[in-house]
């Protein structure tokens, strides 16, 4: 199986579609869910194809918080399938699907002067009630440790940065957590392309109807006619702009990215309540990179969606302020090295906040035949993309097997003690699992060096990403790829190497 996503093949299958070829079934979006589509859809057997009017992960999939959750905040909120759902999906993710990618994440709730004892009584009952559900998903605690307490000398031992005065303890529970969300739509895309499966960004749909598309070839200027015996429509937020049927909430989520330093090193998750509201949180999630991610805010979105979402300055005072609200030493605007913002798919409901909006999912076929996934969240990728493909194969007659990704690892995966094994630095491990030793065999040895000394990445992973991944410009390596891009001055500092490396391998 050829799971190298290449320039040259891109463009070769998408001459082949445009000659005559019929697939049984066209995706428009290569984010996680429409990825995760031709994944499932190619597997069963069936022939694909998958359009993006941008790159891999270009939209909603590379905005998260990069946690793989265990469905808690909907447990609050007495939506009980939906949690179960997740931790469902969870467990299969981490297991199974990419046990490369995913890590289990400490994550503290601590017990300050702003909570009230009713509030702390509430995030233990929660909290293990998440453990249940763990359980009742196959997680064993060898993956996800149960919930316990901690007092506040033990707390501050482990987040400094806390303010002493009031603490009062904290809950220490566990989630997943994810290297990087656009990684696993690389591995969702490399693995449906081992299956055959045509992978095509740079092509943006003009029209839409059941049996094809009309596209416009961003890297020719072509416009081209692409033909399948079932469309499905997994654009997320831009899911409105294909089909008038569906009907979308759209609500903004921002997050700040800090040092971990600015934070006295932190390595566990930090969960804070937000003064006055009822089971919302701002997290602060420390990465692998000496990077901590703060998020995230909701607030809706009226109007045209853009390509990429940016993140307001009310949004970053927000994220401060509640971040400050538990921390000894305040941290200032000038703390903040970089911001993203990204948008959530929420179906809407009469007049709900859309903080209050459930992430389920929906398969919906509109009158015109096209078939429209949406809604959802990245832990339950592979349910929707399941269900999407039921409906295709159901309402098109099309003949395939059994969904066959509960138990397909992507590229890269491997056992805890086969990634042990691996003969290369553990952070490679973390993001390439056992393909990290290619990553670095397929490189010269001036490319093995980090970029910059506070930039972990390598020239080798961005030729990797240009030779296997489909990356085909500078914003391809920097913004997606790798994350250098969420730090404004990182990437600055990478441009030279990306250019290189873009020279190197003839693009």
Known sequence: ???????????????????????DVLVVGLGVTGAGVALDAASRGLSVAAVDAHDLAHGTSRWSSKLVHGGLRYLAHGRVRIAYESAV????????????LARALPMLLPATGYTAGWQDRAAAAGLHAGDLLRACAGTSRRTLPSTRRLRPAEVSAMVPALRPAGLRGARLSWDGQLCDDARLVVGLARAAAARSARILPG???VDLRRDGATVEDARTGETL????????????????????????????GTHIVLSAASLGGLWAGLTIPVPG???????????TDGLVYVGLTDEPVDGPIPDVPEPTEADIAFL?????????????????????AGLRPLLADAD????????RHAVIEDPDGVISVVGGKLTTYRRMAEDAVDTAVRRRALTAGACRTRRLPLPGAGSGADLARVPAPRRLVARYGVEAVDVLAEAPAHLHRPIGPDIPVTGAELLWAVRHELALTVDDLLDRRTRLGLVPAYRDAALPVAREVLAVAGR
Request: glycine share 6%.
């Open 277 to 287: 509201e009822f089971s919302r949180y701002v997290l602060a999630l420390p990465q």
């Open 89 to 100: 999906e969870r467990h299969v993710l981490m297991t199974r699907t990419a046990p490369h």
């Open 320 to 340: 401060l302020d509640v971040l400050n609200s538990a921390l000894d030493r305040p941290l200032r605007r000038t703390d903040v090295l970089g911001a993203y």
């Open 1 to 23: 199986m050829n799971s190298a996503l290449t320039g040259p093949r891109r463009d070769r299958e998408l001459a082949e579609l445009a000659g005559g070829k019929v697939v």
């Open 203 to 205: 092509c943006r749909v």
């Open 225 to 252: 006619h692409l033909t399948a015996r079932a469309v499905i429509n997994a654009t997320g937020v831009w899911a409105g702009d294909l089909t008038p049927h569906v009907r979308l909430r759209p609500s903004r």
């Open 352 to 359: 709900d906040r859309t903080a209050d909006l459930s992430r």
